[in-house]
């Protein structure tokens, strides 16, 4: 496959709420769109690093300028092998996990829809099969729903439990609710006595000193997984409170995000035993095939792992989706469509039936954008080659 042109998008998208984490508030969602043009035909990619450099280490109009003024030039005229997604030479992108994300789905989806193969399907045929007694799921056993989950932002605690009962009876049953020192028991106990039956997760964004005793407050509670209760680099801390919880025979999750970008984070924190649960986001572990391995590490490693949301366009979304459609995603992820945040947006979107939302089963990763969307909301826009 060799590649002519490249199209790199700044858009920003109108939020139907602001998002407001610990790390901080988003009001709208700028992001970059690639479309790549190749022999074999077109295909699109997102890189869905937030406005501010705060959650990661890249921001969406730094990943914008990588994209257009230096590896978009890097990429014209390079023949893609058909085997590896990446073309020689991507490593370099090895410090820019976000970039080398969007440059990997937009590869991934002109191959696979060049092919008529819809990421899932794609994705189901390379789980790693060498763990002892598991076998390749065949097709037909890619499920055509997988169970929804939502993210809820910080706000006070009598709107967050508003919000989180207007979405349970949306149907969600597993919420995320972020967190944060002196916004947590309370809120927990809250929820829990206002929505029995769901499955809380709650999200600190690294916002808790080591040793925290409110964390294990939240357990006792009733919260059933605790996602990157520390900054990403105590990973003692987190190793700790779980020993901890462990001694007191306490069933809970400790979600590592932030704290993993790279495939040996994953490995360390494993080995510290700082995680029982790892969040999976495509693009900030540097793409769809990186997700794919993690998953794979934790699938043998016998801990949880989460398919995690960046606010993503319809496109993200479809193929978190369709990742999270593995078999080692065995918690409920920040599966929600697009639209739960975004007021418009240029890609079909998800559906949400019973709690339930749809695996994609379109060749490649989404189809293509709403030419007059993505217009009206792009910024700026960078045209190579071609
Ligand atoms: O910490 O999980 C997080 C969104 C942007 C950046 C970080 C996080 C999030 C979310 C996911 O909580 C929300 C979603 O996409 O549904
Ligand atoms: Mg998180």
Same mark, same amino acid.
């Given at each position: 496959m060799e590649l002519t042109a490249i199209d790199v998008y700044l858009v920003d998208l109108p939020l139907t709420e602001p998002f407001v984490a610990s790390h901080g508030t988003t009001t709208s969602r700028t992001l970059s769109l690639l479309r790549v043009t190749t022999d074999a035909g077109i295909g699109w990619g997102e890189? !869905?690093?937030?406005?501010?450099?705060?959650?990661?280490?890249? !921001?969406a109009v730094g990943s914008y300028r990588a994209l257009a003024d230096r590896i978009g030039p890097a990429l014209i005229g390079l023949q893609v092998p058909t085997e590896d997604v990446? =073309?020689?030479? /991507?490593? &370099?992108l090895q410090e820019l996990p976000m970039a080398r994300s969007c440059v990997e789905m937009a590869l991934l989806d002109a191959r696979l829809t060049a092919a008529g193969t819809p990421l899932a399907a794609w994705l189901s045929n390379r789980v %790693?099969?060498?763990?002892?007694?598991t076998s390749e799921p065949p097709?037909?056993?890619?499920?055509t729903t997988i169970p929804a989950g939502v993210s809820v932002g910080l706000a006070s605690i009598a709107e967050t439990v508003e919000t989180c009962a207007a979405l349970a009876a949306e149907g969600y049953r597993r919420l995320k609710v972020k967190i944060q020192p002196g916004h947590d028991v309370r809120l927990v106990e809250q929820l829990i006595a206002r929505l029995p039956d769901i499955e809380l997760h709650v999200d600190a964004n690294g916002a808790y000193p080591p040793g925290s005793e409110p964390l294990l407050d939240l357990v006792s509670a009733g919260a059933a997984v605790i996602e990157?209760? /520390?900054? &990403? @680099?105590?990973a003692s801390a987190a190793a700790e409170l779980i020993a901890r919880l462990e001694a007191e025979g306490r069933s809970v999750t400790v979600v590592a995000d932030e704290a993993v970008t790279r495939h040996d984070d994953a490995v360390r924190l494993l080995s510290a035993r700082a995680m029982t649960g790892l969040s999976i986001k495509p693009g900030r572990v540097g793409g769809i095939l990186p997700a794919l391995a993690l998953h794979d590490l934790c699938r043998s490693a016998g801990i949880a792992a989460t398919a995690g949301g960046m606010l993503e366009t319809g496109l993200g979304r479809h193929a978190l989706v369709a990742l999270a459609a593995? $078999?080692? /995603?065995t918690l409920t992820g %920040?599966? @929600?469509? &697009?639209?739960r945040w975004l007021a418009a947006d240029p890609w079909p979107d998800l559906s949400l039936t019973d709690g339930h939302i749809m695996v994609p089963t379109q =060749?490649?990763?989404?189809? %293509? $954008?709403d030419p007059e969307l993505l217009a009206a909301h792009t910024v700026e826009h960078t045209s190579l080659g071609g």
């Open positions: 890189c !869905s690093a937030l406005p501010a450099a705060t959650y990661t280490a890249e !921001s990446g =073309p020689p030479g /991507f490593d &370099a %790693d099969t060498s763990r002892p007694g097709l037909e056993v890619i499920p990157q209760p /520390f900054a &990403a @680099s105590e593995l $078999p080692g /995603f %920040d599966l @929600s469509p &697009a639209g =060749p490649g990763v989404c189809g %293509d $954008p």
